[in-house]
């Protein structure tokens, strides 16, 4: 039983290419969310997604898309990098309205 | 604590002590609340939650304690420990059209001095 397992876990890009982060959780769950956290900063919504085939932004989409292929899987992509998305991203997943559980993060870094 | 530009607030506390984390929540309508600790290269760790209809719940050496008039979160620990040196962070959640939006405070780095 893995968790939320998050790939790849370190990355660095150049301006201007494109990646996609994955997700993945073994719990079941139904909720799946991506958030990034600045450095001494808190961590703040990207997007969310409630069920497969559905997502919604959250408090900084803005780069960003998201897709939830299916109920394990929740993918983040940048189409664009630019600098000031250097950042660590987390997965998390949970069940309604319970404890979400975190994967280790990917450290993005696009020079 | 309240976020400062950059830098998270800082809390020293001397081994033995108990350590009080406030935090302050946005939105009145949030139903559940979640403290979680954070290591240094780690992904958020569970401490314990409370849902809106509850004013105070305890586990073990902590507790959190719920103030809707002024939307307040608190988190005490009790006989702080090295292994509590982290930085804590509240998140609140809502339920909205798309589902259950979990959103996070802006934390609080908490120093256990021996």
């Known amino acids: 039983n893995a968790g939320v397992t998050q790939t790849p876990k370190f990355q660095v890009l150049k301006t201007g290419q494109s990646m996609t982060l994955q997700c993945a959780q073994d719990?079941?769950?139904?909720?799946m969310y991506w958030y990034r956290q600045d450095p001494g900063m808190g961590l703040r919504l990207i997007y969310y997604?409630?069920?497969?085939?559905?997502?919604d932004k959250g408090e900084v989409p803005n780069g960003y898309n998201v897709s939830r292929l299916n109920k394990r899987e929740f993918s983040l992509r940048l189409e664009s990098a630019a600098p000031s998305q250097t950042s660590v991203y987390f997965c998390?997943?949970?069940?309604?309205?319970?404890?979400?559980?975190f994967g280790q993060g990917t450290r993005l870094t696009v020079v | 604590g309240e976020s400062v530009g950059l830098h998270l607030p800082t809390l020293s506390v001397q081994e033995g002590d108990n350590s009080i984390i406030n935090c302050a929540y946005s939105?009145?309508?949030?139903?559940?609340f979640i403290w979680y600790k954070q290591e240094s290269g780690k992904g958020p760790q569970f401490i314990i939650d409370?849902?809106?209809?509850?004013d105070k719940r305890q586990g073990q050496r902590v507790t959190v304690l719920l103030n809707k008039t002024v939307k307040h979160l608190s988190l005490q620990i009790a006989a702080t420990q090295p292994g509590d040196s982290a930085v804590y962070f509240c998140?609140?959640?809502?339920?909205?059209?798309?589902?259950?939006?979990?959103?996070f405070g802006t934390g609080t780095q908490l120093k256990v001095e021996l």
């Open positions: 998140a609140e959640n809502r339920v909205t059209g798309g589902g259950n939006k979990l959103t």
């Open positions: 719990m079941n769950h139904n909720s």
């Open positions: 997604s409630a069920s497969e085939g559905t997502t």
């Open positions: 939105n009145s309508a949030s139903d559940y």
């Open positions: 998390a997943s949970r069940q309604l309205s319970t404890e979400a559980f």
């Open positions: 409370i849902r809106s209809n509850m």
